[in-house]
């Protein structure tokens, strides 16, 4: 009998990113493109996704890699509430089966500091 439903929190309870913050900030498709590039250089976005480099030693990586865009990568993460938002049906959905008796268990990979930013 299945009594626990385990969700993943990322592209199921939440969607965005942060291509949709960086559009959301109004930068210009080419900007939007450099800031991703420079976030995107492997292992710099995991260990800050994992909390193991902070926000600043991120910034400072990311900026390494273009440091022209450094203001436009310190204005990208002075303000982090963009880049996960819940999804509208993800609480009605838990609350529904918490209702009917399973377990909601979710699992994640975003560091709390993201957690505490959607409070779902």
Known sequence: MINTVIFDITG????GGLDDMLVE?????????????????????DEFDKGIVGLEGAIKNFAMHDPELEPEIRETFSDLKGIVKKREYAIPWIRSLKESGYRV?????????????IRL
């Open 12 to 15: 199921v309870l939440v969607s």
């Open 25 to 45: 900030k109004g930068f210009s498709e080419d900007i939007r493109e450099r800031i991703s590039k420079a976030c995107s250089i492997p292992g710099v976005w």
């Open 105 to 117: 268990l979710c699992s994640q990979t975003l560091p709390y500091r993201d957690l505490t930013i």
